[in-house]
């Protein structure tokens, strides 16, 4: 019996999240205070009582998610050691805390750093996301090539679970794949209200941005493997995990083959640490005989 914990990623935000932490935890109000500082503006004003619009800024978006997920870790009974982690996109930030490859603090300044190149990256090029139901991987990964071909750059970004693939790349790109998608037919190919092509070759200046920061961060080695969006596959080299979390920002978010590789190694029990209730129904949707719960 091998324990799971994995992290969510952006959309997983919510008005109030962490404040119940913040409440009946020192610990966390420790935390908290410390990522204030980090950040150099009250995160914590906007997690607790900000609008669902504000939680929406990219700058507090992806630190919010982060410091629910990584202060719920950190508050956690602490006989609950996992033996893997994972977290899908941002959330791999939050996994590599809870195995010990990042001290909270380094994890925190890359988190914020990721954010703002983004959002730089996103300004540079219209680009979006969307998100196709009920089609097949291979059909999906043809038309993002045909299409990319045509000259719009078109990828596979966050395959998801059996069913569900999120495509990346400029809007017009994702418009004219998405009237394609429907008519070789997937349920639905809907536009997803995000801010730009995130995991495609359109974040490459994020990339580069980030590069240089994760380069001079101090990775140390785990105390279990991470599986990497990236490879899927169990890291504990920290060598590695530096040259996966790089390359992520461009690369495709495998959750499935990932679900599928730890499940394959041993886990049996998978705990979702972080706002929401997003991975249990993916993993579910990988195998359902799974168990699932909430830290």
Request: charge should be negative.
């Amino acid at each position: 019996m091998k324990k799971a914990f994995v992290f969510p990623g952006q959309g997983s935000q919510f008005s109030g999240m962490g404040k119940d932490l913040y409440d009946n935890s020192e610990l966390a109000k420790k935390m908290f205070h410390q990522a204030n500082e980090i950040l150099g503006f009250n995160i914590t004003d906007t997690m607790f009582s900000g609008t669902d619009e504000e939680l929406k800024q990219t700058k507090v978006t992806q630190p919010a998610i982060f410091l629910h997920s990584v202060i719920l870790s950190a508050t956690m009974d602490s006989s609950l050691v996992p033996d893997m982690v994972a977290g899908h996109s941002l959330g791999e930030f939050s996994a590599l805390v809870a195995n010990k490859t990042l001290s909270f603090e380094s994890a925190l300044t890359l988190v914020s750093k990721r954010a703002l190149a983004m959002q730089k990256a996103c300004e540079i090029n219209p680009s979006t996301m969307a998100a196709v139901l009920n089609l097949s991987d291979d059909v999906i990964e043809s038309i993002c090539k045909e299409v990319t071909e045509s000259g719009h750059v078109v990828v596979a970004a966050n395959y998801n679970c059996p069913g569900q693939l999120v495509i990346s790349g400029s809007t017009e790109g994702i418009n004219i794949a998405c009237e394609k998608m429907k008519a070789a037919g997937a349920k639905r190919a809907l536009v997803l209200p995000v801010g730009g092509a995130f995991h495609s070759p359109l974040m490459e200046p994020a990339r580069i941005e980030l590069e240089s920061a994760i380069n001079s961060t101090t990775f140390n080695q785990p105390i279990c493997p991470v599986y990497q969006n990236v490879t899927a596959n169990a890291v504990s080299n920290p060598t590695e995990i530096k040259k996966n979390l790089i390359l992520q920002l461009t690369a495709p978010v495998k959750w499935t083959q990932t679900v599928v590789q730890m499940i394959e190694d041993g886990a049996t029990h998978f705990t979702e640490v972080g706002p929401g209730k997003v991975l249990q129904g993916l993993i579910k949707k990988v195998n359902q005989s799974m168990e699932t719960i909430s830290a």
